[in-house]
């Protein structure tokens, strides 16, 4: 799908070209006024148009030097004449010699001011193809890679993640082979483009040619020049008029940079380091330093570090701050925008946060240096679930963060995923990894949401229980000639497999396994006095949380893995 402003420049352009049926408002409509109109409004707009093509319309641009600008020759800018389909390459010969070499950049423009432009936009036909695609647009590989787009078919746009991890349409492109569309239209956003033109030293130079008239009763240009119009330095045109019947308006408008380079590079800079537009929350945290628990701000100049704590009485930066932990189920319910790890939360390529962690009273905890590379939106999120400390940091943030050494310990859930990257890394025949993603997404619930509790039961299932090869287990007890049935499921199999040789009092069932696939079948359910609401009630009856519940499974779970490892492994 387009981004908006993309699908109302077509709106606008198509609404342009609408030739009217009143003979008055078709006698205005040739002299192009809307049309010039649009350009100067377009100019200062969010979104840029760099190509379009209609069926009276046409506007093409291109990036030229501002060397090559001063001062501007309107009179050889006027003799520009190019398009996107123009090859800025090609293999040349001749001339006495007998090599071949290549010839770069735009030729054959007609003016000597393009001699270094660089083109963005490039049409491309497949020739030979007779299907769909057979005619698209890239765009140029330098503006491609310094903005950090990529090509998104489903948004029709080259595309990057803003600082939300939301997908951001960078260069928007329609063509005729669309559904519905008439029209070819390359737009672009107009900050990215501004920092390129800033960095580059340049200016956007468009030319546009409108040629409006009706197509019955057309019967060509008179042999008279046409009339030349210089609304400034940057907008000029030449027009030729046949009253009440037809006319063409052709010219060049120059776009600058509507900043200071100073200030766009101020922005590109802080960009990288994570201070672009950059606001600050402040947040309940435990000033250690001082003793007290207060409200720090995360801006950078509240708080301090070891190397510059002399002479001042600031915070120190990593002040933790605490928060319930429902903080997290906003980033548990979009697996495909984030993903929780054990002690950081990732935002796709957009932001990422580190040195998280779970204290003893079940509260998530955040250092405010880490928070403060958080978009300020996100900040308000956290700052929204902040609370006074009920106790400490974690035993692990303390011993890693601030002792500075290894933690030698694991939960439950550690020791699961341990033997799972085992598994996966050797190899194994007898089980499979089905997706890498699982080993993120499977996290201990925190809160006392039953969903969150039967999704973390789901990840472990599909983790774990759909990991095991039923082919590979068949084949194993076929070769012990273990008798089995043929709608037994994975977990029968591999009891099956434990049992071999045992007597019926000795019958060893996986009990973690069985748990595991028990509450990912029935735990969301969410009918009064179902068996899912007798399983939860359970849980907190006897684990008093759902978080200690899970552990104890993972506990279960561990010594499974190592069971099953132990009798089916040797054969691998």
Excluded at 89 to 98: C, E, I, L, P, T
Excluded at 350 to 373: F, M, S, T
Excluded at 560 to 570: M, N
Aim: overall charge negative; some cysteine; proline content about 3%.
């Amino acid at each position: 799908m387009h981004n908006y402003d993309h699908k109302k420049l077509i709106e606008t352009i198509t609404k342009l070209d609408e030739v009217p049926a009143e003979p008055h408002a078709f006698s205005n409509w040739v002299y192009a006024e809307a049309h010039l109109a649009f350009l100067r409004e377009n100019a200062m707009a969010d979104e840029l148009v760099v190509y379009a093509s209609s069926e009276y319309s046409f506007v093409h641009s291109v990036v030229v030097p501002n060397t090559r600008l001063s001062p501007i020759d309107q009179d050889d800018l006027m003799g520009w004449s190019s398009n996107p389909y123009d090859s800025i390459a090609s293999y040349v010969m001749g001339g006495g010699r007998d090599d071949v070499w290549i010839e770069r950049g735009m030729s054959g423009t007609g003016t000597k001011t393009m001699e270094d432009a660089i083109q963005l936009i490039f049409g491309r036909t497949f020739e030979g193809w007779t299907g769909a695609g057979r005619d698209y647009f890239e765009v140029h590989q330098e503006y491609a890679q310094l903005s950090g787009i990529h090509w998104r078919p489903e948004k029709r746009a080259y595309c990057r993640f803003n600082e939300h991890g939301d997908l951001e349409s960078v260069v928007s492109i329609i063509t005729r082979e669309d559904k519905g569309s008439n029209i070819n239209l390359a737009s672009f956003k107009w900050e990215p483009l501004e920092e390129y033109l800033a960095a580059s030293d340049s200016s956007l130079v468009r030319m546009f040619d409108f040629t409006l008239f009706r197509k019955s009763g057309f019967n060509g240009w008179p042999n008279e020049p046409p009339q030349k119009f210089y609304d400034s330095d940057h907008f000029f045109y030449r027009q030729l008029v046949v009253p009440n019947n037809a006319a063409y308006t052709r010219g060049i408008q120059i776009i600058r940079s509507r900043r200071s380079q100073e200030a766009i590079f101020t922005d590109i800079k802080d960009g990288w380091i994570g201070k672009k537009n950059k606001k600050y929350a402040e947040f309940i945290a435990n000033d250690w330093r001082n003793g007290r628990i207060a409200k720090i701000s995360t801006d950078p100049s509240s708080t301090t570090n070891y190397f510059e704590a002399e002479g001042n009485s600031l915070p120190f930066e990593l002040s933790p701050a605490f928060f319930r932990p429902e903080v997290l189920l906003k980033y548990k319910a979009d697996r495909d925008k984030y993903t929780v790890g054990e002690r950081e939360v990732t935002c796709r390529a957009a932001w990422y946060l580190k040195g998280i962690d779970v204290n003893e009273a079940g509260q998530v905890h955040a250092y405010i240096c880490d928070l403060r590379r958080l978009p300020y939106e996100e900040q308000l999120h956290w700052l929204s679930f902040n609370e006074p400390p009920k106790t400490s940091i974690s035993k692990r943030a303390f011993i890693h963060d601030f002792k500075g050494e290894w933690v030698t310990f694991m939960d439950s859930l550690q020791n699961v995923l341990s033997i799972i990257r085992r598994w996966h890394h050797d190899k194994v025949t007898w089980w499979t990894l089905r997706d890498e993603k699982l080993l993120d997404r499977v996290n201990t619930p925190l809160t006392e949401s039953r969903d969150e509790w039967a999704e973390a039961f789901m990840d472990l299932a599909k983790l774990v229980v759909e990991g095991f090869e039923t082919k590979s287990l068949h084949a194993k007890l076929d070769t012990l000639q273990i008798p089995y049935g043929k709608d037994d499921k994975t977990i029968a199999l591999l009891e099956k497999l434990l049992n071999k040789g045992g007597t019926s009092g000795e019958v060893q069932k996986l009990v973690g396994l069985r748990t595991v696939q028990l509450l990912r079948t029935k735990a969301k359910g969410h009918f009064g006095g179902s068996e899912a609401e007798q399983l939860a009630q359970d849980a907190l009856m006897e684990y008093e949380t759902f978080g200690n519940h899970f552990q104890y499974v993972c506990t279960q779970v561990t010594d499974d893995l190592k069971t099953i490892e132990q009798h089916i492994s040797g054969g691998n």
